[in-house]
């Protein structure tokens, strides 16, 4: 054992002797720097809130006397509660694709080897920030004052909220595509939707799709606060009951969401992994066919398995019916016939595409020019700071428990399949919790106040969190892993010496879109008493004050802004 352990550190010495000296520039120190204060920010955050475990425990007969007053989970009529879940389902599903259709083009001008010209990339990009950045609820809002109630307000305000995410992921998809196929499609005289269509579309598909079906799942989630603002569905219904004080009836739909949320999410990893291919099921942003690495290390095996009628054109024209593709064809059939239904389902005005245009100015007058009203601006500002105190929090409160379970979730660093697979139910159970009714549960046990907003970031953010990490950690090279344990490296050497130094760039990525993240979920959260800017929000939803609605709008802007910036500058220091 000693032997070993001698030959692992005498391997590592050797290798660290023999890798470059790089010095470090002065803009890495600061980037370090940058992270640390964040990070002790978190930690004062933290501290600030007052979290406290023995009083949670002690405020315990709180909920037992809610739950005695409550007398029993109560549900709507059958009937009723499958439409309700139809058209939740339905809604959010067209809302998401809404937003991958726009998203196509400002995604192609947001890639840096397809757009036209700088400035085309960087208005694109800033579109994708500023739809990221507007709370759908806050859309939501706006649309109920233009169109009729339903589901069309929630539909365009899923939408335009999604683009900014689903944009992104989509560019980044884009520019790390095999140059090879669009560069030959161009020489033979193609045109650009040629080469798009031909040359970008086919590598880029899957990752699209599953970029996609993460996106349904989170807004699936996000749909439940849209409902208090008059938006159709099960959050309408669960706020209606809340409201009318029939908290049976209330708890009863979350418990509703929360299945509903679980079933689509092991469907979206069901339809990832039969698109993606059984290695690469984990994968939801971000998966194989956009890493050269892993394209080279298939590649060997790309031509020994290609199918007998890919060999020439001609035979390719006259693809056999094989089972494989008949079950393609069925699953392709399936989802167009799912999208109709959705479309359906929502029953959509469309009159008031024609009607809302005479609302516009109407409508424009009241949410412009921005004003805090009869608020101080210094009361607004100090609620803009207990919300991004709440974020930085919750992402404090979030890390440690993601990076567990994000590792055990990845197959090269759990160690067995049994720990694998119960940290990937794990993180899927977590994130089929919405944070908006987790908030509520823990504002009955906690109270008013920041204290059950950071929690129920904090526990949400696990989830996604984990997932992120567990799928980075698996995208690693194995290389250096593969040296270490043949060495005689143990399973925590091989993870401390090769897969976190590999991860550590996604990480930082990951953590400050956490960060993002939170801040926008700390908004809504406000709403139901989770502290921070959110009350002020609910206030002037509720009073018609919209001006405020969109000061408050552009403080969320400026410091997801900021963030975004910050994000940016990390991931480039860090490369």
């Not at 169109?147 to 992921?169: E, N, R, V, W, Y």
């Not at 939707?193 to 996000?222: C, K, Y």
């Not at 908004?523 to 921070?532: K, R």
Request: with cysteine; hydrophobic share 50%; glycine share 10%.
């Amino acid at each position: 054992m000693t032997l070993l352990a001698e030959r692992s550190g005498t391997a590592s010495s050797d290798v660290a002797d023999r890798a470059p000296k790089r010095p470090i520039s002065p803009e890495r120190i600061a980037a370090s720097l940058t992270l640390l204060t964040l990070v002790v920010v978190g930690v004062l955050a933290v501290n600030e809130v007052g979290i406290s475990i023995p009083a949670m425990i002690k405020s315990w007969g709180n909920a037992e006397n809610f739950m005695g007053r409550v007398g029993g989970l109560s549900f709507p009529e059958p009937g009723d509660l499958v439409w309700l879940i139809a058209l939740t389902v339905g809604l959010v599903l067209v809302g998401t694709l809404l937003a991958a259709v726009l998203s196509v083009p400002i995604a192609y001008l947001a890639a840096s080897n397809t757009t036209p010209g700088n400035g085309w990339r960087a208005v694109a990009r800033f579109v994708g920030v500023f739809t990221r950045a507007l709370p759908d609820v806050v859309l939501a809002m706006a649309f109920v004052l233009m169109f009729s109630l339903g589901t069309l307000p929630g539909i365009l305000a899923i939408g335009i909220h999604s683009i900014g995410m689903i944009s992104k992921m989509f560019a980044d998809a884009i520019e790390q595509i095999d140059e090879g196929p669009r560069l030959a499609i161009r020489a033979a005289g193609g045109t650009k939707m040629q080469e798009f269509a031909s040359g970008i579309l086919p590598q880029v598909l899957p990752s699209w799709v599953a970029t996609v079906l993460h996106r349904n799942d989170i807004n699936l989630r996000g749909s439940v606060v849209l409902g208090y603002v008059g938006v159709a569905g099960l959050g309408l219904e669960m706020s209606y009951a809340f409201k009318s004080l029939n908290y049976g009836k209330g708890l009863g739909i979350a418990l509703v969401i929360f299945l509903l949320c679980i079933a689509m999410e092991i469907v979206s990893s069901l339809v990832r992994g039969a698109m993606l291919g059984q290695q690469r099921h984990t994968r939801s942003w971000i998966d194989r066919i956009i890493h050269p690495r892993l394209q080279e290390a298939e590649a060997g095996t790309s031509s020994s398995s290609r199918a007998a009628w890919a060999t020439s054109p001609t035979t390719a024209v006259r693809r056999p019916w094989t089972a494989e593709r008949v079950r393609n064809t069925i699953g392709g059939a399936v989802a167009v016939l799912v999208v109709i239904g959705s479309v359906i389902v929502s029953q959509i005005n469309w009159l008031d595409f024609f009607t809302f245009w005479g609302k516009l100015p109407e409508v424009a007058a009241k949410f412009w020019p921005p004003s805090f009203g009869s608020y101080e601006a210094s009361a607004m500002f100090e609620a803009m700071r207990e919300t991004v105190s709440i974020a930085l929090a919750a992402t404090v409160l979030t890390l440690i428990p993601s990076i567990v379970l994000g590792s055990l979730a990845a197959t090269n660093v759990a160690p067995g399949s049994g720990v694998r697979a119960t940290a990937r139910f794990l993180l899927v159970g977590i994130r089929g919790i919405p944070e908006l009714i987790l908030a509520i549960v823990l504002v009955v046990i906690t109270g008013l106040g920041a204290q059950a907003g950071v929690i129920a970031l904090a526990i949400g953010g696990i989830g996604l969190l984990g997932k992120l990490i567990a799928d980075s950690f698996e995208e690693v090279d194995r290389g250096p892993e593969r040296a270490l344990r043949a060495v005689g490296a143990s399973r925590l050497q091989t993870y401390a010496s090769a897969t976190v130094p590999q991860g550590m760039q996604a990480l930082i990525g990951h953590i400050f879109y956490m960060l993002d993240t939170n801040i926008r979920a700390a908004t809504i959260l406000g709403i139901v008493g989770g502290g921070g800017v959110g009350y002020y929000l609910l206030n002037a939803s509720q009073g018609s004050r919209y001006e405020t609605v969109t000061a408050i709008v552009l403080m969320i802007l400026v410091t997801v802004l900021v963030v975004e910036g910050l994000a940016m500058w990390m991931r480039k220091v860090f490369r």
